[in-house]
C-alpha cells in the first residue's frame, strides 16, 4: 500500500522504449535512448533502495557497463539498499560482479527455483526497468537487446511483488497488476494466455521477434497459424541462434503461411566474441497498435519453468514504435530468409 500511494501521489504513468543496439552496424536509427545511458541516470537518483533481478552479472572493464556497476557502487557508498537476485547456476559461472556486490555492502540471493531468467531492477518503488538485456557488457555494445523503463504505478508495484516472492521463497501476490504478465503462473497473471489472446486479436499483422522460437508452444503455434489462415500477415524474426539443429526444427515444422526471416549480426572487428553479436530482443506487435515486450524467449521451458516478465501494452506510442523496429529490422541487410536470400 506504501508503495503503490507513493507512486500515486508521484503522478507517473510513463513508459519509454529502451534499445541497445551492436556496435558497428547500421540497425540503430536514433529514435530510441540506449540502456546504457538510461541505466546510469536511475541508478543515481536512488536515494533508499534498488532491487536488482537479473540471470547473471558480468563486466570486461572499460566497457558501457562499468559506468553502470560504477553507479551501484556510488548508491551503496551513500547508504542505499540494495538487494541483488542472481540465478545460481550462473552464480557460479560468473562470480565477479557478484562477489564485489557483495563487499561492497549489497545483499545477493543466489536463486535456485524457479530458474531466474528475468531481466529488471526498481528504484525506490517507483522507477523500473524490464527488457531483454542482461547485467552483461557484451549486452549493451554488442547484442540488439530492447527493453521498457516505467514509473506506473500498478506495474511497478507488481513488479516488486515478483521480486519479493522470490526473495522470500513464498507467495507475494500483487493485488493488480495492471498490464505487468509473467511466468511461470504466479505471482502475476501469466503471461501466455495474454500473448494467445494478443496474437488472436490481429485483424492485419502479427510481428514477432525473438532470439528463439520453439513449435512446442501449442496455444502459441495455434494461434499464429489461425491469424495466418484469416489472412493476417504473420512475420516472425528470429536470431541465427535459431539455426542450430536444436532449434531449427521448429521453423521448418512453422505453417508455410507465417514468413520467417533470421537476423544475423556480424562479426566486431576485434573479433569473435562469446555469446554475443546476435539479436537478442523479444516483443510483440500487433496491427501496429498493440504489443508486448518481454524478457523470455517463445518456447516451452520460458513459459513453463523459468521466471520471466514481461508488458502488455493497448494503444499509445509503444506499439507504433515496436512496428517501426520491427520493420527496420525485417527489411534490413541483416535479415534473410532461414535457407538465404531467395
Sequence with gaps: MHRLLLALLLGCTHFTLVESQPVETTLDRGALPEAYAVWPQMIDRARERIDF??????????????????AVGRALGRGVRVRWLAAASFAKTYPDLLAWLEQHGAKVK?????????????????????G?????????????ELGVRFDSPKE?????????????????????????????????????PELVKLVDSARASVRVQVLTYGNDIDP????????????VSVQLLTSDWELRPKTLPSIERLDPRV??????????????????????????????????????????????????????????????????FFANNWNSAYAAPPGGRP
Design 53 to 70: 533481478a537479473e540471470m547473471y552479472a558480468v563486466d570486461e572493464a572499460p566497457s558501457r557497463l562499468t559506468p553502470v556497476v560504477a
Design 110 to 130: 543466489r536463486l535456485e527455483k524457479p530458474f531466474l531468467h528475468a531481466k529488471y531492477f526498481v528504484v525506490d518503488g517507483h522507477d523500473a526497468y524490464l
Design 132 to 144: 531483454s538485456q542482461n547485467f552483461d557488457w557484451r549486452s549493451l555494445e554488442h547484442i540488439q
Design 156 to 192: 511497478v508495484a507488481a513488479l516488486e511483488d515478483v521480486f519479493e516472492t522470490d526473495w522470500m521463497g513464498e507467495p507475494h501476490a500483487a493485488a493488480d497488476a495492471g498490464r505487468l504478465r509473467g511466468s511461470p503462473q504466479g505471482p502475476v497473471p501469466w503471461d501466455l
Design 220 to 231: 502459441l503455434r495455434d494461434a499464429l497459424v489461425r491469424a495466418a489462415a484469416r489472412g
Design 259 to 324: 514468413q520467417v526471416r533470421i537476423l544475423t549480426i556480424p562479426k566486431s572487428s576485434k573479433g569473435d566474441i562469446p555469446f554475443a553479436r546476435v539479436a537478442h530482443a523479444k516483443y510483440c506487435v500487433v496491427d501496429g497498435a498493440r504489443g508486448w515486450v518481454g524478457t523470455g524467449n517463445w518456447e516451452r521451458d520460458y513459459f513453463e519453468k523459468s521466471r520471466n516478465v514481461g508488458l502488455f501494452f493497448d494503444g499509445g506510442e509503444i506499439p507504433q514504435q515496436l512496428a517501426a
